[in-house]
């Protein structure tokens, strides 16, 4: 795998961890202040016979929390949906990890296929700063309303790993900002290799003329001259996998092929010379 792939994909598995704890966070928060500014009413009523609330459950218990800081005039309407929406990043997470991570994968016909799965769970990279702003209005909103403080020490327990995160993301987004102009760059120069035109290649000596594979994939004699020929022409193995539409691993074995044969100085053949090679008519073929 490209080392761009790989920072990017260990960029994202760190940030994804905050986003997990942030959401948590925001969750228990949303509860816990509704709990307790209850508790702290209650203990100030008069009436000493009222019973403590049923236990309900935990995703009742978030709803209901929502819906009395919105009645209380804490968060507003809008507010509160952007929070559950954070919060479900955290399941998306969790439940759909395979799908959050599958545009970083090299194959091309995994990243083909996700052009068939539009309700797919995607990676949010703004959602870890939108969790902690939702965290400090929270906060700020708490203390407008003169609402009942909470003091935990989760948010101490996870401080030296969180810090330790944050430094590595950084390092990371360095790096891949640096891989990301020397991916544009290469790019660039491939592109520049990808014409054929005034070359002989073109027509029947087309590099994806088919005649120049077998149905297994492989080239044919005429293929692989046809591939010498690119690299006659000064044309890179990356350029050459493009052209040919194989694999970089294969335009470099073929590379070294061509390279024992000579190199530049080895024999050419003529195209015309090279026989075809006569294919087995397949049924999927003629459908």
């Known amino acids: 795998m490209p080392e761009l792939e790989r920072c990017m994909i260990r960029h994202r598995a760190l940030e994804m961890i905050l986003v997990i704890y942030h959401a948590e966070e925001l969750k228990r928060s949303v509860v816990e202040t509704v709990d307790t500014q209850k508790r702290w009413k209650l203990s100030r009523s008069d009436d000493e016979a009222t019973e403590p609330a049923p236990e309900v459950p935990e995703r009742k218990r978030v709803q209901r929390a929502f819906d009395w800081l919105v009645k209380e005039g804490v968060l507003t309407a809008d507010e509160r949906r952007e929070m559950v929406k954070l919060i479900g990043r955290r399941n998306s ?66 401080e030296a790993t969180e810090r330790v995160l944050r430094d590595d993301l950084k390092r990371l987004d360095r790096r891949i900002r640096k891989l990301v102009h020397k991916r544009i760059d290469a790019i660039a120069a491939v592109n520049s290799e990808l014409s054929l035109e005034g070359s002989e290649l073109v027509g029947i000596f ?66 015309q010379d090279i026989p075809l090679v006569r294919k087995r008519l397949r049924y999927e073929d003629m459908r």
């Open 93 to 158: 997470i969790a439940h759909h990890l395979d799908q959050v991570t599958a545009d970083l994968n090299p194959d091309s016909w995994v990243r083909d296929h996700l052009a068939f799965m539009p309700d797919r769970q995607q990676y949010d990279y703004e959602a870890l700063d939108r969790l902690k702003a939702m965290r400090r209005l929270l906060e700020q909103r708490k203390i407008a309303k003169h609402y009942v403080g909470v003091i935990s020490m989760r948010g101490l327990f996870f």
């Open 206 to 271: 087309d590099p994806r003329w088919p005649d120049n594979r077998h149905h297994s994939g492989c080239l044919t004699p005429r293929g692989v001259e046809i591939c010498y020929r690119l690299f006659d022409m000064g044309k890179s193995a990356m350029a050459v996998a493009h052209i040919m539409e194989f694999s970089l691993v294969a335009a470099r074995a073929r590379e070294k092929q061509w390279r024992e044969l000579g190199g530049n100085n080895r024999v050419v053949k003529n195209l």
